[in-house]
């Protein structure tokens, strides 16, 4: 049992910390997230720079051959300044399906140009009609010739506007719900046949809504076998959603902080509203939400990279649970112990509070896990 | 014990509910059902309505203007408005600041300022709270100082709700820095926006909307007739204010129509292939949110019930405490429950105003305002005392701690 970073990750993290305070701070973030494209070029490529964006690929494709763990320690200081970086979409999603079902030769290609901070990419996974079913595939692929012709409507595309190659899960046989049948491609982001819509989300970051109409590609740009893509398409949400506990333990640390200080600093009556114990009591709450949603993400990073697929997801599961659920209860709490600032934009609480909403939306929310959970017997068995 | 309305109680809902049907706008309904944040212009068409039908100020003794209905026929009232759903009338003219006056105010005040209220002729807004003074109130800084036939205002107010489009603000200000205890050197002072020395400037809210703003008053002549009532007893006429609206203060009518609206579109969204309202654990939250608003809709009615038995009761009934921390919960719940049957198509911003745009929307048409609703309610729990305020009053004044 060895719950510490090593010598290595830690000093990572700090170097990664000092980069984001320099640059992330609350007005960098306002700057950056009211103007085009949403999220900091120039950040990116510092944190390219400084290895980030290799962590998880292997060393023989160019990468650090860093696992979950890395990733982990990343989303939680990415979270602590509530980044808007496509850390997520290119390196934990679009990498991840790279790492899991990408050739030799298209890791290859592809690998160098991510870690270089050159190339963002995306998942286009999710459909209008799916919710927040994962084999809920309508948009198809067909086979013509030696490539495949592309059609459907990709929903809810984290920083699908701007990515300059997404993957694509389309339908190569079977129905729309089946895990069976699903395939996924690399498809140049500019291709004929594709328009995006990009937008933001609630909190800021980036997103798309992507059609392809008769999208043309070759066969080598099929990402892993033929109808095989479900599994991989699992394996990555379970570890995005590993990340996401991650991103929360970063979140719920500024939350914390911020709070605490805050009402040390504000004073009704007379006196610093924290003499309030009532205010000191819904402090501690957050505080265990904190510490427990730690333990649940080193929980789901420690799984992330399981084989037995049932143990992975029921890991990540109960991860995405406490964090839909206790993450946001303990970010509610902290609204409200701002009092009439807590609902501004004007401080950084209120934009902790909308990421950790966002995120019990994305990937499947707190009762579609929970859900998960109770209909595969006993957590405590696995 | 009979808990259900009377043949002649339920003649006037359904007189109150087909005025509903018959004159409320389409256009203001369809704001209500989607962001429940009117514009300015529906603001005025509709209470220009009410107020050509009498029901303007339901609460108002007769004389000003009012209807002249006990307490169960203003709960009726509301209750049917905001379960249409249509805008109450704004609160800062016809509840606040209209009783202070026809209350506290003089002759003349009454007769300049009541009419215009009715017909929101003069649109009110609020300015008790300051960056220094929220729960505690008592402590605000404003000051005016009087010099012949004015006041000269200097300070600042904040979250004034909708000062961006007031003609007026009721302001607490500090008359008597002196005074031994805060309360005593507060004075009520009624403000023309349009006096010099004035500046609004709007406070974006976690929705992305403006809908609180800061006010800034800098040498700001006020004349000395705008006082209500006596120099320094401000804090008397605020705390009748704020303990004045006990009918209407859980939204009750409010909540039955959100819950109403999560049951209809969770018959819609798909999960799993079948309706969220069909998946068990949903099911069962809406049950509970339903159970809770049930069981506070019958407090409710306690309330009004026993106003109406006792209105000269000096302590109100214990339970009209527990109104604004549990409706202020439920409120919040329907906006939680609401956002979780849009699921991923709660994220996507469509809005960054109220004002809404032509852009096809992302997902359901019905998604675009449930997420800046969730965000925006959090502030119930926080204006008008927070809970945990309300808290404090109940532990002293009920259970005598
Ligand atoms: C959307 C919105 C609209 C508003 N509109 C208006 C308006 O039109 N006009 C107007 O005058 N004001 C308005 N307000 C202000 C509102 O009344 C204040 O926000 C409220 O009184 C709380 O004050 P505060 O925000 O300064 O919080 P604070 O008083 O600083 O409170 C911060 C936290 O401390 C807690 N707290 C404070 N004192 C105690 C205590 N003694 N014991 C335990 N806990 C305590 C509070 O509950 C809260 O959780 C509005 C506020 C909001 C959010």
Redesign the pocket.
């Known amino acids: 049992m060895d719950f510490d970073l090593t010598e290595e990750q830690s000093m990572l993290k700090d170097s990664l910390d000092r980069l984001l305070s320099d640059n992330y701070g609350f007005e960098d973030r306002e700057k950056i997230r009211k103007a085009e494209p949403g999220w900091s070029r120039d950040v990116w490529a510092q944190l390219a720079e400084l290895g980030l964006l290799m962590l998880p690929f292997a060393e023989e494709d160019g990468g650090f051959g860093g696992g979950p763990e890395d990733v982990m320690l990343a989303m939680e200081s990415l979270g602590g300044a509530l980044s808007l970086e496509p850390f997520l979409a290119t390196v934990v999603l679009a990498g991840g399906a790279l790492r899991e079902a990408g050739s030799d030769e298209q890791r290859g290609e592809l690998v160098p140009q991510i870690v270089g901070g050159e190339l963002v990419m995306a998942l286009a996974h999710g459909e209008r009609g799916a919710r927040y079913t994962l084999s809920h595939v309508e948009t198809t692929a067909k086979k013509d010739g030696d490539s495949y012709v592309l059609n459907g409507e990709k929903s809810i595309v984290l920083h699908g506007a701007d990515a300059h190659k997404l993957i694509v899960s389309a339908r190569t046989s079977d129905d729309a719900a089946d895990e069976d049948g699903i395939s996924l491609f690399l498809v140049d982001a500019d291709a004929d046949g594709i328009s995006r819509r990009g937008y933001r989300l609630q909190d800021d970051r980036p997103a798309a809504e992507i059609t392809l109409s008769d999208v043309r590609v070759p066969d080598s740009a099929r990402l892993g076998a033929e109808g095989q893509g479900y599994g991989v398409l699992a394996k990555v949400h379970d570890q995005a959603i590993a990340a996401l506990a991650a991103e929360a333990v970063g979140l719920l640390t500024r939350i914390l902080a911020t709070t605490t200080q805050y009402l040390k600093d ?1 004073k ?2 007379g006196v610093p ?1 924290a003499k ?1 114990q ?2 000191q009591h819904d402090s501690v709450d957050i505080f265990v939400a904190l510490e427990q949603i730690r333990s649940i993400a080193m929980y789901a990073t420690s799984e992330a990279d399981n084989e037995d697929a049932e143990i992975r997801s029921r890991a990540a599961s109960a991860a995405k649970v406490m964090l839909g659920q206790d993450g946001r209860k303990a970010a509610e709490t902290a609204i ?6 807590g ?1 501004t934009m004007e401080y950084a609480i209120s934009h902790y509070f909308k990421r950790m909403t966002v995120n019990d939306m994305l990937f499947g929310n707190a009762d579609h896990h929970l859900k998960r959970i109770a209909e595969t017997g006993s957590l405590l068995e696995s | 014990m009979e808990l259900k309305l009377s043949d002649e109680q339920r003649a006037f809902r359904d007189e109150v509910r087909t005025f509903f049907k018959e004159n409320v706008p389409d256009d203001i309904r369809k704001t209500m059902v989607e962001s429940g944040h009117p514009t300015k212009e529906q603001f005025q068409r509709w209470t220009k309505i009410l107020a050509y039908k009498g029901w303007g100020a339901p609460h108002w003794p007769e004389e000003h203007g009012g209807t002249g209905w006990g307490p169960v026929e203003q709960y009726i009232f509301l209750e049917e408005l905001q379960a249409y759903p249509a805008p109450a009338p704004l609160p ?1 003219g016809v509840n606040m600041v209209g009783p202070v006056i026809y209350t506290f105010g003089n002759e003349e005040q009454k007769q300049t300022y009541l009419p215009r209220i009715l017909d929101l002729t003069d649109w009110w ?5 300051e960056p220094g ?5 008592a402590s605000l800084k404003t000051r005016a100082v009087k010099e012949g036939d004015h006041y000269i205002v200097n300070g600042q ?5 909708l000062a961006q489009h007031a003609d007026w603000i009721f302001c607490l200000v500090r008359t008597d820095p002196d005074a031994d205890k805060p309360q005593k050197g507060i004075s009520f002072l009624l403000i023309d926006m349009k006096s010099e020395g004035i500046t609004v400037r709007p406070i974006q ?1 976690v929705d992305g909307g403006v ?2 703003n800061e006010v800034f008053f800098d040498d700001v002549k006020v004349p000395v007739e705008n006082l209500v009532g006596e120099e320094n007893k401000g804090w008397d006429y605020a705390k009748f204010l704020l303990g004045n609206e006990r009918t209407n203060i859980a939204r009750i009518g409010m909540s039955k129509h959100a819950a109403k609206r999560i049951r209809e579109l969770a018959g819609i969204e798909l999960a799993g292939g079948k309706p969220l309202i069909e998946d068990r654990r949903f099911a069962e939250k809406l049950a509970m949110l339903e159970i809770d608003l049930k069981s506070l809709e019958i407090t409710q009615m306690r309330v009004v019930a026993d106003d109406a038995k006792n209105p000269n009761a000096k302590t109100p009934n214990p339970a009209s405490s527990i109104l604004k921390i549990k409706g202020s919960e439920i409120q919040q719940r329907c906006t939680e429950l609401l956002m979780e049957v849009m699921g991923p198509y709660a994220a996507p911003r469509q809005h960054d105003d109220y004002l809404g745009h032509n852009e096809p929307p992302i997902g359901p048409d019905y998604a675009a305002h449930a997420a800046p609703g969730y965000f925006n309610y959090r ?1 119930v729990s ?8 309300q808290k ?1 009053i109940i532990a002293k004044a009920v259970l005598g701690f």
């Open positions: 504000r009704q009556f509203i309030f009532v205010l409200q112990l701002h009092g009439g600032v609902v | 800062f807004c609020q300015g008790f709270s003074a929220g729960s505690d109130l107010k904040t979250w004034t709700t809210t809908e609180v502030k926080i204006y008008g005392g927070s809970n945990e305020i404090n």
